[in-house]
């Protein structure tokens, strides 16, 4: 059974940091590339960092100097290192994942590249 379970969210002032956590099980998750999401209350999920199947990593501009995106294959797990938040990173965060093919996988933030999606964990930063 495919699972993608995200931990590390939770409530912190402006400038603070959190580290979240996304547990991949039931796929070949080395072969996958990797994403996070947020969804702000009444705005759209958007892309935040996203990494394709040669490693590279891209991110979206508000998050570039603060949020750091990593994978992990040997653990089969996925992280985002938010630093220096801004109430405007306020949102539910989501890993997400894309089966690669013919061992290539570059997706991006469209949505719809994704085969698997977590549950979501809620990032509140206050002022």
């Known amino acids: 059974q495919v699972q993608l379970v995200e931990s590390g969210g939770g409530s912190v002032q402006a400038g603070g940091s959190l580290r979240l956590s996304c547990a991949a099980s039931?796929?070949?998750?080395?072969?996958?590339?990797m994403a996070w999401f947020r969804q702000a209350p009444g705005k759209e999920r958007e892309g935040v960092a996203a990494?394709?199947?040669?490693?590279?990593?891209i991110q979206v501009d508000s998050v570039k100097g603060r949020f750091t995106m990593s994978k992990d294959n040997a653990q089969n797990t996925l992280y985002l290192q938010m630093n220096s938040l801004k109430p405007e990173d306020t949102a539910v965060y989501y890993c997400?994942?894309?089966?690669?093919?013919?061992?290539?996988?570059?997706?991006?933030?469209?949505?719809?590249?994704?085969?698997?999606w977590g549950q979501g964990t809620q990032v509140t930063v206050s002022s």
């Open positions: 997400a994942a894309a089966r690669a093919r013919y061992g290539y996988c570059s997706p991006g933030y469209w949505k719809g590249a994704y085969n698997y």
């Open positions: 039931g796929f070949n998750y080395s072969t996958y590339c």
């Open positions: 990494i394709d199947s040669d490693g590279r990593i």
